[in-house]
């Protein structure tokens, strides 16, 4: 079995020992103890109308009751109380499909494993009410780190669940960033028990690889009850694969219309769906061509009070560079050759989410945060919120894919996902109603993640 970064992790590591302890000392929070939410409105995650008037109380950890505002049966003495007129509580936010254990913010950086980048990126997240995230792939050491450090209160970031490194196939010219490629049927079963011995029960499997290899793998993974998902790029959506492969998604949409009975086909095989609208809004440069005049990130507090000016400057700086990188230039990775059209795949997939929608497939929402430069962790999020509405998604129904759909596919959803009583606190509070406007999403007022009230200036970058 081959692995190309492994030195790289190494040193990584050792960077580790030195700032994990330092971050340990910095208190994020700015509340601990019971909390109520008082007179607020209320969006469950699972596709309800929004509750007006509700009080909800929230104590170890989880959300222990949803009541009619002034009828809750008991307050604890030590909790405190968040006015919530004119705010909504929707659950946090889950994106299923970022990178954080391996990448930067600019091409150059996409191999250079910068920890102050990525602590940046997992702040960002937070900050941004995402308080949950799937890596879909990267330096599995890494990830499994940043994870138990997030879960042990050693470093703050979302909740991570993680995939590990990707399954491909390293003598294959689509390999853009680490793969572990597994040759024989024992190295598949001991790359899949390393994977468990970890708890890692979601598997990403890269083009490169053929779909009959994948099954193979996935027939292993199975024996495991673990779940696969798939970047096989163009052929992404497509019916065939999914029955060859054996998987259970695919982290992207395709490179054209589906059709509705390949839609229903996926229903009734009980396959999950990601389209991944901003990532492609992205790579297809519509995004970056709307924004560039008015420089409108630069504006944006989800992106700049975490990610910092600088950041953005370089990346406007290195706006025909990334043209280059992303579309036109030899060793493009979205070249002609792999997407013949860029443009069109983000109003394929906007027609692909409705259509999938509307036969009843369980689609989640992921951005692909931070690989395509320009899709900026947590903000992402909300922009995939918006595209997804404007692609004829109701606006509940979009934050059902960003919160309870998603951690059915993670396999959390008796414990996340939604506002019902029982549930962990994973919380984000907004000031209007994202069920009328979606962009409310954006007005966040409050954090709490694992019942825990998060001090987000103290997540702000300082320079
Ligand atoms: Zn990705």
Redesign the pocket.
């Known amino acids: 079995m081959k692995n190309r970064f492994i030195v790289n992790a190494l040193v990584l590591l050792l960077a580790f020992c030195t700032t994990g302890s330092a971050l340990a000392q910095n208190n994020f929070w700015l509340h601990e103890g019971p909390l109520v939410l008082s007179n607020i409105t209320v969006i469950d995650g699972l596709g309800h109308e929004p509750a007006p008037m509700r009080d909800v109380l929230i104590r170890d950890g989880r959300i222990a009751r949803v009541a009619i505002t002034g009828t809750l049966p008991e307050i604890p003495a030590d909790s405190r109380t968040i006015d919530g007129a004119g705010l909504t509580v929707l659950p946090g936010l889950i994106d299923a499909?970022v990178?954080i254990a391996n990448v930067g913010f600019k091409p150059d950086e996409f191999e250079r494993r910068d920890i102050a980048g990525m602590d940046r990126a997992l702040r960002a997240h937070l900050y941004a009410g995402v308080t949950r995230v799937l890596e879909?792939?990267g330096d599995m050491d890494l990830s499994i780190t940043l994870r138990n450090e997030i879960d042990a209160g050693q470093r703050v970031g979302p909740t991570i669940h993680t995939v590990g490194d990707t399954i491909g196939n390293l003598n294959s010219t689509t390999s853009v960033f680490e793969l572990t490629s597994p040759e024989t049927q024992l190295e598949i079963q001991t790359l899949l028990d390393e994977r468990e011995a970890v708890g890692i029960d979601i598997i990403k499997l890269y083009a490169g690889i053929t779909p009959w290899e994948a099954r193979h793998i996935m027939t292993e993974a199975k024996k495991r009850g673990m779940r696969g998902i798939a970047?096989f790029w163009c052929t992404n959506l497509s019916r065939t694969v999914f029955e060859v492969s054996l998987i259970d998604s695919y982290?992207h949409g395709g490179c054209r219309e589906i059709t509705r009975e390949e839609a229903q086909w996926m229903r009734v095989n009980g396959k999950f769906a990601m389209l991944t609208l901003s990532a492609f809004e992205t790579m297809g440069g519509q995004r970056a061509f709307a924004d560039y005049p008015q420089r409108g990130f630069l504006k944006d507090p989800l992106i700049v009070d975490v990610l910092g000016k600088q950041i953005v400057e370089d990346y406007y700086d290195a706006f025909s560079m990334l043209r280059e990188t992303f579309e036109e230039g030899e060793n493009s990775l979205y070249n002609a050759q792999h997407f013949p059209n860029l443009q069109q795949i983000l109003p394929d997939n906007m027609h692909n989410v409705k259509l999938l929608h509307e036969e009843g497939v369980i689609v989640g929402m992921g951005t692909?945060a931070a690989?395509p430069p320009g899709t900026w962790p947590g903000e992402a999020m909300h922009h995939e919120l918006e595209l997804h509405v404007q692609a004829g998604i109701p606006p509940l129904e979009a934050i059902r894919m960003a919160t309870h759909n998603n951690a059915w596919f993670i396999g959390i959803q008796d414990e996340v996902g939604s506002v019902e009583a029982g549930k962990t606190a994973d919380l984000l509070i907004v000031k209007g109603n994202p069920a009328r406007n979606i962009s409310d999403s954006r007005n966040i007022e409050y954090v709490i993640k694992g019942g825990r009230l998060i001090d987000r200036e103290s997540l702000k970058l300082r320079n």
């Open positions: 499909h990178h879909l792939g970047d982290a692909d690989f």
